[in-house]
């Protein structure tokens, strides 16, 4: 099967060389989005957290200066009416031309959604994600108003008379609880785990597509990683050095690199856990700002050759993972470089290994 | 703060605005509201980028198209056409509600007006979730404009344990471009309404009336506001029925009549909000007064449609309808909605004959006040 290559959009010209806090440049969005969409990316991640800008509103004007660049909008349950989200949705999906795809978010922690004043635990908001996408799908295909009293939302004649584009939005579902992994396999098309060893991730891929076939059900992996390609290795070992180099600069004034997601968040434990395993795990898998920024970021990193790194990469679609969401350190020339060399390597390898497969 | 004074200056400049579909859809040639329009949406923002109109509405309800995309969109295409977009509290998360507006301020260089619709029908808000009365959904979108207010303000993030909202720690990184704000649009006829109004508005906007009418409502709203120390401005959306001649001008008004009427049984209505919005009432009831009022108030397409659309219309040529246009700004109108019927050639034609005439009026108007 043909894999899907995401990558991740940023309000700012930001990464960990040279960050920037608070700035929100809709010129380089556009530049940005349009890079990607030249470099041959299939789908870009807009992320959402609770002091973020927007990324609904971001992705109608992205919508207008790309056309094919899928979205995959980060999107919080809780905070917006269902039946109102759905017609958002909808209205994306018909202003990009069918191009709008939704990722459940559910286990940020506590502390970030009692900011946007939702006081339930984790595994309460996870239940009630899955009703929310339940909504989410019957209002997409609704031919008539409807009226819906489930265990945490309630209405009367809810409706959308624009539609989808797509004959479903496509749903991207995280999280690796076991509550999060029995229901999202029950309603993901697509299940998002982050970077891992590739033994780790592909007993995390068995964990969830188990799952799913209980209800007889098969969908996608997608694997966030972080990438650094160089012309030799050594090359790509030494820009590893120079961005860790560069965090540890910036921290030594005090400020901090990463999202504090608070005491005790499960997320941020596992990061930590990760980077106490090694500096570089399997072959290339490099946790050196992953351990600097103490599990704040989902750094984990690929450091190689296109050529390498693709290879690595290989070893995840064998194991299931389907699309991978690519992040450099380096945002638009990292950008242009993966489009240069890594894309075009890693669809060649995908395509060749199905024509294996047969 | 900025604000209109009949009395004093400096008095902003008049704004005049325009209305956004996302089809072309008309009354005399009806689309369903089913139908999305990306090329139509991008062919009217520049239309009125182009003909000089300030913003365009973005209009929202219960089962309509979302309108945050649409405006990210029309920021997207457009150089200088600001919007307001019409949002009704209750639905997202306050704290959210603030982000989406400030990245949407920025997403159009600060040229975003929010336009806060509280909902008349009971009903209509039940299909969203909504199970409050009218009473509370107006002291809850009180609530919502502090909020929203005090999220795109603070540099530090926000506690909040109020009647209809709490959250702890709720905050933006992201601020308006507009330094005081994305200015707050206000809607809503009935007496809990008016009192939000007095004390929340930026703008309070209403829905078309005579002369008469609209000076008996600045007149109620404006000294409530005054005595909380606020001076909102006033914006009434109305129609133009636009001629070469006077005769001209009436002669299009009947032969729109009949269209309309022959279309009448395709047209959608919100027969729900039309039921329980003392708007609409007020338009019904405007309707019964007559065929033609003042000088060239026409009430031919509100007497067909009942209280279910806002249409009342100026008809006459160019030089009338900016006079009768002034006779709203003397009264205390400092803002507009104009439009025609045909969402093209009316757009085109009311940008180019009336907004000049219409601004350069107004500037005498306000040069005169300040010589004397």
């Not at chain 2, 344990?161 to 704000?181: D, H, L, M, N, T």
């Not at chain 2, 939000?196 to 409530?224: I, N």
């Not at chain 2, 047209?267 to 065929?291: H, I, M, V, W, Y």
């Amino acid at each position: 099967m043909p894999c899907e290559i995401v990558g991740l959009h940023f309000f700012a010209d930001s990464s960990e060389l040279h960050p920037l806090k608070g700035v929100f440049d809709p010129a380089f969005i556009r530049d940005y989005a349009v890079a990607h969409e030249e470099a041959g990316f299939d789908r870009i991640l807009i992320g959402q957290t609770a002091v973020w800008p927007d990324g609904l509103a971001t992705a109608g004007h992205v919508a207008a200066v790309t056309s094919t660049l899928k979205f995959m909008v980060a999107h919080r349950p809780g905070f917006i009416a269902p039946t109102m989200a759905a017609r958002m949705f909808a209205t994306l999906d018909q202003i990009s031309g069918g191009r709008a795809g939704v990722h459940i978010i559910t286990g940020a922690s506590d502390v970030e959604t009692q900011a946007d004043g939702d006081f339930l635990t984790k595994d309460e908001r996870y239940r009630r994600s899955r009703e929310y996408v339940d909504i989410l799908r019957a209002m997409w295909t609704g031919e008539a108003p409807f009226d819906f009293e489930g265990d945490w939302y309630r209405f009367n004649g809810g409706f959308a008379l624009v539609k989808p584009v797509q004959p479903s939005i496509p749903i991207f579902w995280g999280g690796s609880s076991d509550l999060a992994v029995a229901l999202g396999a029950e309603v993901a098309d697509v299940y998002a785990v982050g970077p891992a060893p590739v033994a780790d991730t592909a007993a995390h891929v068995a964990r969830f597509k188990a799952e799913a076939a209980k209800s007889g059900r098969n969908p996608g992996i997608s694997m966030s990683m972080r990438v650094i390609v160089g012309d030799t290795e050594d090359a790509a070992w030494a820009k590893a050095q120079a961005i860790l180099d560069s965090v540890t600069r910036f921290q030594s004034s005090g400020a901090k690199i990463g999202r504090d997601k608070g005491e005790g968040d499960a997320g941020t434990k596992a990061l930590v856990a990760l980077a106490e395993r090694g500096d570089c795990l399997d072959e290339r898998l490099w946790t050196g700002i992953t351990k600097a920024t103490e599990g704040r970021l989902h750094a984990a990193a690929l450091v190689g050759t296109a050529d390498q790194v693709s290879d690595a990469l290989m070893a995840y679609y064998r194991v299931g993972v389907d699309r991978f969401l690519l992040n450099g350190f380096d945002t638009i020339h990292d950008v242009r470089l993966f489009g240069r060399e890594l894309i075009p390597m890693i669809r060649a390898k995908v395509a060749a290994a199905d024509a294996v497969a047969g | 703060m900025k604000g209109h004074q009949i009395s004093g200056v400096p008095v902003m400049p008049v704004e005049i605005n325009g209305l956004l579909h996302h089809n072309l859809s008309s009354e005399t040639q009806p689309i369903p509201s089913s139908h999305y329009d990306v090329e139509a949406i991008r062919h009217l923002a520049r239309l009125h980028d182009e003909g000089g109109y300030d913003r365009v509405l973005i209009a929202n309800a219960a089962v309509m198209p979302d309108n945050i995309s649409v405006a990210g969109h029309v920021g997207a295409v457009t150089e200088r056409l600001g919007v307001m977009l019409a949002h009704r509290p209750g639905f997202i998360a306050p704290t959210m509600a603030a982000r989406m507006l400030a990245t949407l301020d920025h997403l159009m260089g600060g040229r975003l007006a929010v336009h806060i619709i509280t909902g008349a029908s009971d009903i209509e808000m039940q299909a969203d979730g909504d199970y409050l009365s009218k009473e509370e959904r107006y002291a809850r979108s009180a609530e919502y404009i502090d909020i929203l207010r005090a999220i795109w303000s603070s540099d530090t993030p926000v506690d909040h344990e109020g009647e209809y909202f709490r959250f702890r720690g709720g905050f933006a990184e992201i601020k308006p471009v507009q330094k005081s704000g994305v200015p707050v649009y206000f809607g809503g006829m009935s007496p809990a309404a008016l009192k939000v109004a007095a004390r929340s508005a930026d703008t309070f906007a209403t829905l078309s009336d005579t002369v008469a009418g609209m000076k008996q409502l600045v007149e109620t709203v404006q000294p409530a506001a005054a005595a909380l120390g606020r001076a909102p401005n006033f914006l009434m959306s109305i129609r133009i029925v636009l001629g070469d001649s006077e005769a001209d001008a009436w002669r299009r008004a009947d032969i729109l009549r009949g269209q309309i009427a022959a279309a009448m049984p395709n047209l959608e209505s919100n027969k729900l909000a039309a039921a329980a919005a003392s708007g609409f009432q007020r338009t019904a009831e405007l309707a019964e007064r007559g065929d033609r009022l003042e000088k060239c108030f026409w009430n031919g397409i509100n007497q067909l449609r009942g209280g279910q659309s806002n249409s009342g219309t100026l008809v006459g040529d160019a030089d009338q309808i900016v006079d009768a246009l002034m006779d709203y700004y003397d009264v205390g109108v400092n803002a507009f909605i104009l439009r025609g019927f045909d969402p093209v050639d009316d757009t085109v034609r009311i940008g180019r004959e009336i907004l000049p005439a219409l601004r350069k009026r107004v500037a005498e108007r306000d040069a005169e006040r300040e010589v004397a």
